[in-house]
């Protein structure tokens, strides 16, 4: 079973800053297949990114997905104010299970 | 619209048993796989169940293999979470979310519909 750690917990920044969210992965994911996510209080989970790199449909191009292998990035490059939330990512390359990391918090500082 | 909607959550005692529903509109149910995930306060999200398109095909995530069973009614339009031998630690959020495959042999993707969920509380 893959195991997904995401770093750093909690990441303080201000508007406008860069973000960058990383995801390794205890063994190489198969195909780079890593999605990640975002999910605001009291909101289901959004997807941003599948197959590592690949925005979903009316997702801003501020966000962009990078990695292989183990390690992965979620690079936020200016944050606007409704970016703030937590974000996960998930492999799904050896699945079942599907697993995600247990989150990166994006908190304005 | 693509839809999933939620419902059997609720407050049981340990060892208790819930069945969680989802009803899904908007899509061809039958065309795609089926996740639950949890969401609770101290770990974030967990994969907890998958089901193929005809649901030949079942993932567990280990803490709830042996107690929970996922399925499906394709003429309903509906997943079901059966859930036994309820812990504590089992008191989540409980999300529905679509595959965007149908997992034909098994191998899961990743999830881009997803529900607004129901809260399980299992407490004495």
């Known amino acids: 079973e893959i195991v997904l750690t995401q770093s750093p917990g909690t990441l303080s920044l201000s508007p406008g800053e860069r973000a960058t969210l990383s995801c390794r992965a205890s063994q190489s994911v198969p195909s780079n297949y890593v999605a990640w996510y975002q999910q605001k209080p009291g909101q289901p989970p959004r997807l941003l990114i599948f197959g590592a790199f690949r925005r979903t449909t009316g997702i801003p191009d501020r966000f962009s997905g990078s990695g292989s292998g183990t390690d992965f990035t979620l690079t936020i490059s200016r944050l606007e104010p409704e970016d703030f939330a937590v974000y996960y990512c998930q492999q799904y390359g050896d699945s079942p299970p599907n697993s995600f990391g247990q989150g990166t918090k994006l908190e304005i500082k | ?124």
Not at chain 2, 39 to 50: D, H, I, N
Not at chain 2, 61 to 81: E, M, P
């Open chain 2, 1 to 124: 619209e693509v839809q999933l909607v939620e419902s059997g959550g609720g407050l049981i005692q340990p060892g208790g048993s819930l069945r969680l529903s989802c009803a899904a509109s908007g899509f061809i149910f039958e065309d795609y796989a089926m996740h639950w995930v949890r969401l609770t306060p101290g770990k974030g999200l967990e994969w907890v169940s998958a089901i193929n398109w005809d649901g030949a095909s079942k993932g567990y995530a280990d803490s709830v293999k042996g107690r929970f069973t996922i399925s499906r009614d394709n003429a309903k339009k509906t997943l079901y979470l059966q859930m036994n031998s309820l812990r504590t630690e089992d008191t989540a959020f409980y999300y529905c979310a679509k595959d965007v495959g149908p997992a034909t042999a098994g191998n899961f993707y990743y999830m881009d519909v997803w529900g607004k969920g129901t809260t399980v509380t299992v407490s004495s």
